[in-house]
């Protein structure tokens, strides 16, 4: 079977280098070097290769003997080191022009500026990584909560790559299995409709639907759960927006169709991090300009995790509001929907009866904080979903694309046994399957999948 695994012919390696702690000033700063040319730059630098993960206290020198900084030498011997090849640490002041100078110096000894990514991708080239441990690397640098640096973390020490594997391995088994049953034709009736590999497809299919939720949470957990506050004009939709933010970013004023434009803000609530979308009240828009604000609300609605729907209770009877609000939104079947009664402070408490809704409802004063933390754990109870619970790891959107064509592979070639008995069917869509779900883990990725994956890295990683 031919893979389009880069491994095998990627282009000797040559020594590459790069300034591995942030830009700007701090007390230490490493210049981070691998590759096969290690050796003769830490002869230049510091006169030799320090003993194997030894920290040794050295001058760095440049070509002219004179000293660029002092600090700690560290080398990690292939292939005993993150990239898999001699890794040599520098680790000088953290000031930009010293470490500027100090990979100036590496470089003009034989090394080439590091891309974004590289060490990563050679860590993942020389097998110390999968491809998803690899992007849990980068997701555990950019995260945006604890939950999703903890998440990020199962998903680098290989959780989830462990439940692909073990996901995959059953694939292959079925495949396997079929495709005996079809090398001995007299048999092969039998074998398919002995009942026993339904069973087994049915189980796997089981697996699938678990792991695929799982998935989405990863995934919700990387990207924040999208949160559009969607209401009237002058409902209180940027006061919350603001209240829940902390900060003046909506326009608030008393003049109907203020905000036009979507006000994005990420927010977390316990851990769950959340993008809050301010929009336009819904109304027969006035001009081109709201007209496009609503058509853009709409639209963030549609593609939303969940709606904060914000009725004014000084305008009258809130179901009655809430019911109309909804009739004029697209479709919610699979959004989630919190309904906010807002201007607590205009109307009496007396009024209080049941709040049986087909969606939560929660009442506060975005105007004098009433009700806020009512609403914040509502949000969190109703959008947090597992992600609260422990043993979540941090999933991509590309994980979760491989897992449901992997799926549907499967439920096709369940289709394929139960209409037709079709046993060469079968085994190529588990074979196709078995392909998708090698996409997750790298075993099958094309250069360009590969490129688009590193390259949003940060430079010495
Ligand atoms: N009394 C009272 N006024 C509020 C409350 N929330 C918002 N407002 C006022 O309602 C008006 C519209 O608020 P705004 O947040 O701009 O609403 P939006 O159009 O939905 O974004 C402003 O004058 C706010 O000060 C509230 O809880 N109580
Ligand atoms: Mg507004």
């Known amino acids: 079977m031919a893979t389009d695994k880069l491994k095998s012919d990627s282009p000797k390696a040559d020594t590459i280098a790069a300034v591995a702690t942030p830009s700007g000033r701090g007390g230490v700063g490493i210049v981070r070097v691998s590759g096969p040319c290690v050796t003769e730059i830490a002869e230049q630098i510091i006169g030799g290769l320090p003993p194997v993960r030894k920290a040794v206290y050295k001058n760095f020198l440049d070509q002219t003997g004179t000293i660029v900084d002092q600090g700690l030498a560290l080398f990690f011997k292939a292939p005993n080191s993150f990239t898999g090849e001699d890794v040599l640490e520098l680790q000088g002041h953290g000031g930009p022009i010293v470490m500027d100078m ?43 909560s604890q939950h999703a640096a903890r998440g990020a973390m199962r998903s680098l020490q290989g959780e989830f790559s462990n439940i692909v594997r073990e996901l995959d391995n059953t694939v292959v088994e079925l495949r396997m299995y079929v495709e005996a049953a079809i090398d001995f034709p007299e048999e092969e009736i039998d074998f398919l409709s002995d009942g026993n590999l339904a069973k087994k497809l049915q189980e796997t299919k089981n697996v699938f639907v678990r792991l695929i939720q799982q998935t989405k949470e990863g995934a919700l957990l990387r990207e924040g759960v999208s949160l559009v506050l969607a209401g009237k004009p002058n409902a209180g939709k940027s006061s919350l927006m603001n209240q829940l933010s902390g900060r003046q970013s909506s326009i608030v004023t008393a003049i109907e169709g203020t905000t036009r434009d979507l006000v994005n803000e990420h927010i977390q609530i316990d851990g769950i991090p959340l993008n809050l979308i301010d929009t336009a009240g819904l109304r027969p828009a006035t001009d081109e300009v709201e007209e496009e604000g609503v058509r853009r609300a709409l639209a963030a609605v549609e593609s939303a995790e969940g709606v904060l729907l914000l009725i004014d209770l000084a305008m009258g009877d809130w179901r009655d509001q809430a019911l109309s609000l909804l009739a004029e939104l697209p479709t919610l079947e699979s959004t989630k929907v919190v309904v906010v009664l807002n201007k607590q402070d205009l109307v009496s408490r007396m009024d209080e009866v049941s709040e049986d809704f087909i ?63 079709a046993g060469d069917l079968l085994a190529e869509e588990l074979r196709l399957s078995h392909q998708k779900l090698c996409e997750i883990t790298g075993e099958f990725s094309s250069d360009d999948l590969l490129g688009k994956i590193f390259s949003s890295f940060c430079i010495g990683k």
């Open 102 to 144: 100090l990979l100036t110096t590496v470089l003009t000894a034989g090394a080439r500026q590091a891309r974004p990514g590289e060490f990563s991708e050679r860590a993942f080239l020389n097998d110390k990584i999968d491809l998803s441990q690899a992007e849990a690397i980068a997701d555990l640098i950019d995260s945006s």
């Open 359 to 421: 969606y939560p409802v929660v009442r506060i004063s975005a105007k004098n904080g009433q009700g806020i933390d009512e609403l914040r754990s509502s949000i969190k109870s109703t959008f947090g979903m597992g992600i609260s619970e422990e043993g979540v790891f941090i999933a991509r959107t590309r994980h979760l694309e491989a897992l449901l064509l992997a799926q549907q592979h499967l439920l096709e070639g369940i289709s394929q046994l139960e209409e037709n008995l």
